[in-house]
């Protein structure tokens, strides 16, 4: 078939184009313009190549020491509250009910939480915790527990840990209740009939069912985590000291507070490419986990399973996704 | 192993007081015996599936009790029971192997290693499943899987019974036929009590001994293939049985004849004494009604068409309002499109309200 030339047909592309250029190509490069210049502010920029990378890479300088300090406690941060929400995520997921009214209160109260603004959330628990007039704060005070986010590192760890717990934890029991309810209930019926443990239809009907969902689950909750910034900077603004700072704060730091956008702009840069390549990661991951499924199913001589010198027709040897 | 008896049975997903006529499951009492090959025959919604579940316990009976060899098992959990049962679309446990997913329900069970390598060797020998049993599961296809589920629901020799939920839905048909001669043989082989739910005449003819034809939530008979076929109890197993299905005809009946439009036709037996005020009804099968050329004191029809089905030919006839199919001998044609029905006294059924009537020799 001939192709039909039609050179207009550019501009039906153009509104794309611009629109994509001005809210990324155009920030993108300004920020990879700025990363390899040093400003005095009057608008004035002298050139500085890639010494802001060298210096953010080297731990031993101000700026590495505060970026690595910084990621290391962010990817602490984010280890934790998974190792926090995926399991309680999951044990919320199975403890919920399969059907009736509960079902929809069970799904308003859990969704709740992830209704409330970042900064709402924030706030919340900023008064939540204060020893003065929080709820939280003053009764673990007056039971004696010398509880003050705002001195104490750990107390400040504890409230930032909490908070992303209760805020998020409803996200991941959601996606894993789904994956629960997508199972039919013919897994549950036979594993009744064999004879499974509660443990056993767990470990060998739920949790393989739930696997796509999970890494769904943790994919976003790394993510998000990886980029958390309204939250703690509401309740502790990074504090005490630098305990609470993680990169998104420390990054609005050096750009907004000390207007160094230089540093600003290769750290931001680097940031992202550690989030895209985290990204790239989950994604190879999650399909490959799907494909190899796949041509596995393929490749394997299903057919051989048949006796020999049977009639098959091509369809039958295709795996079957839906009924698998 | 054991035999299973139903006593007045019967299920409601309403409760125990819905309406009597509202039962997915209406009363029943009956008797399976040890190593017999029962299939539950009937359309979708007739209450098979849940007469099936009943048994394995997944249900708890409204009414009625079941006893596996004169034991009350009713209040019993399916895990307790000692059933297997085989679901309609394959159930595959999928981190596990072909041979741990076979070893399965032994291991719940605390049977020593040794029996369970036996025994698994010994099924997966029969299903052809013996060269896959240290393959991922996951990855065969969808009548390979079911023959694992099969295989889970055969590898314990203890149970009373295994139920087969419509087990080969998902398999394609010529591979249906090998695995339903599988199953036949297995049987056989296993002396297992086999009870199988289908909506398919054809599988429950041909896997089993005794066939129980449901309707409408009852069990409206129970017998073998042929007896269905010879002398259906009840009009609905007359028009569910057989392809094409029983002919049913309003009609007068009256000593030893029928009459219908006036026409008499002859019966083999005598019916004096019919309940007064019940619909009557004749029903002849088509293989014994043969269309002739019209003849006085024939029966006569017009014909819509006539299907070939290679070995036999079937017309569409139609007496009045009635439509009814009728062999058609080698070479018969009609000029005019209306032909006289020959009915074969010895095979023309008499029912009252939809049941069998016995007539006296």
Sequence with gaps: MDKTINQKAWFLVLPVFLVVAFSAVIPLMTVVNYSMQDTFGNNQFFWNGVGWFKELLDPSTDLGGRFLASLGRNLFFSLVILAIEVPLGIVIALSMPREGWTVAACLVILALPLLIPWNVVGTIWQIFGRPDIGLLGYTLNSLGINYNYVSNEIDAWVTVIVMDVWHWTSLVALLCYAGLKSIPDAYYQAAQIDGASRWAVFTAIQLPKMNRVLLIAVLLRFMDSFMIYTEPFVVTGGGPGNSTTFVSIELVKIALGQFDLGKAAALSLVYNLIILIVCWVFYTVMTNAGVERKTQAEKEPAAELKPAGALQPAHALQPKEGVA | ?361
């Design chain 2, 1 to 361: 192993m054991a035999r299973i008896d139903l006593v007045d049975l019967a299920h409601s997903y309403g409760g125990n007081d819905a309406a009597q006529e509202s039962f997915a499951l209406k009363p029943v009492t009956m008797t399976w015996r040890q190593g017999g090959a029962y299939a539950l025959l009937g359309p979708s919604g007739c209450g098979k599936t849940t007469l099936l579940n009943v048994i394995s316990g997944i249900i708890t009976p409204s009414r009625g009790k079941i006893l596996f060899d004169g034991k009350d098992i009713t209040p019993l959990s399916t895990q307790k029971r000692n059933i297997a049962q085989v679901f309609q679309f394959p159930v595959i446990y999928d981190t596990m192997t072909v041979g741990e997913n076979l070893a399965f329900p032994l291991k719940n069970r605390g049977v020593p290693k040794a029996d369970i390598d036996k025994r698994v060797t010994q099924i997966g020998r029969l299903l052809d499943l013996e060269p896959y049993l240290n393959r991922k599961a996951t990855r065969l296809t969808a009548d390979a899987k079911q023959k694992i589920s099969l295989g889970r629901g055969l590898v314990r020799n203890d149970v009373a019974a295994v139920l087969f939920d419509e087990p080969l839905t998902v398999i394609d048909p010529e591979l249906k036929w090998q695995l339903r001669s599988k199953l036949k043989a297995l049987h056989r082989e296993l002396d297992l009590t086999m009870i199988y739910v289908t909506h398919d005449q054809t599988e429950a003819l041909t896997f089993a001994d005794t066939v129980v034809v449901m309707h409408d939530g009852r069990v409206v008979q129970s017998g073998t293939p042929a007896e269905l076929f010879d002398k259906p109890a009840h009009t609905f197993v007359g028009y569910f049985i057989g392809s094409p299905g029983m002919n049913i005809l309003p009609a007068e009946v009256r000593g030893r004849e029928a009459r219908i439009d006036g026409h008499v036709i002859a019966l083999n037996r005598s019916y004096d004494h019919l309940p007064a005020g019940a619909k009557i009804e004749i029903g002849v099968r088509p293989e014994f009604v043969d269309v002739v050329a019209p003849a006085p004191g024939l029966l006569t029809s017009k014909i819509d068409r006539i299907d070939d089905l290679g070995r036999i030919r079937f017309a569409r006839v139609r007496v009045g309002d009635a439509k009814l199919a009728a062999r058609a001998p080698g070479g018969f044609t009609s000029s005019d499109g209306s032909a006289g029905l020959k009915f074969d006294p010895s095979h023309v059924h008499v029912y009252a309200d939809s049941l069998l009537v016995e007539g006296a020799v």
